[in-house]
């Protein structure tokens, strides 16, 4: 397991004693590359982060907690958990099962890479300052334009679709 850097001295020393109780938890140190540790796991287990996308791309098979855009990918590679009653059973069949698809992880970065449009969506939209590329105000009129513009085409392209079929 790995500690985000951002609680770093926020959770209580017992917190981690529990963890560390857990058959086959271990501590990484929390500045240690992501990508390092994914490379030695079996599973990755993640509630929203690009961790579990780490995953995806390492080819492991990939436990969400969370719904991060990534969890559209096919069952046999990342598992949405929503009753952790069952995350064992989950975790289990999913290691069973895994089967990795080229394919469908193309398709999905492609995807993202066709209807990106660059912004510092945590700054400017959730206020959430310095936590990445704080760039100014200016930049962030500039950013919402396009968005703003991104998100009235793809509406235009949808209804027109919607009219022709």
Do not use: C
């Given at each position: 397991m790995k500690e985000h850097p951002r609680c770093i001295g926020y959770r209580p020393f017992g917190y981690y004693e529990k963890l560390l109780r857990i058959p086959n938890v271990e501590l990484a140190d929390p500045f240690t590359e992501s990508?390092?540790?994914?490379?030695?796991?079996?599973?990755?287990?993640a509630v929203w982060s690009f961790v579990g996308f780490?995953?995806?791309?390492?080819k492991k098979p990939v436990v969400l907690l969370g719904t991060p855009p990534f969890c559209i990918l096919p069952d046999s590679m990342?598992?949405?958990?929503?009753?952790?009653?069952?995350?064992?059973?989950?975790?289990?069949?999913?290691?069973?099962?895994?089967e990795y698809k080229d394919r469908s992880v193309a398709h999905y970065?492609?995807?993202?890479?066709?209807?990106?449009?660059?912004?510092?969506?945590?700054?400017?939209?959730?206020?959430?300052?310095?936590?990445y590329a704080?760039?100014?105000?200016?930049?962030?009129?500039g950013e919402f334009a396009a968005f703003v513009e991104y998100t009235l085409t793809r509406v235009r392209e949808v209804c027109q679709g919607a009219e022709r079929g």
């Open positions: 990508r390092v540790i994914v490379r030695r796991a079996r599973l990755v287990a780490e995953g995806v791309i390492q990342v598992r949405w958990v929503g009753d952790l009653s069952r995350l064992h059973a989950e975790i289990a069949d999913l290691l069973r099962t895994y970065v492609a995807a993202n890479m066709k209807g990106a449009v660059p912004m510092d969506f945590y700054s400017r939209f959730l206020e959430k300052r310095g936590r704080d760039a100014g105000p200016e930049a962030g009129a």
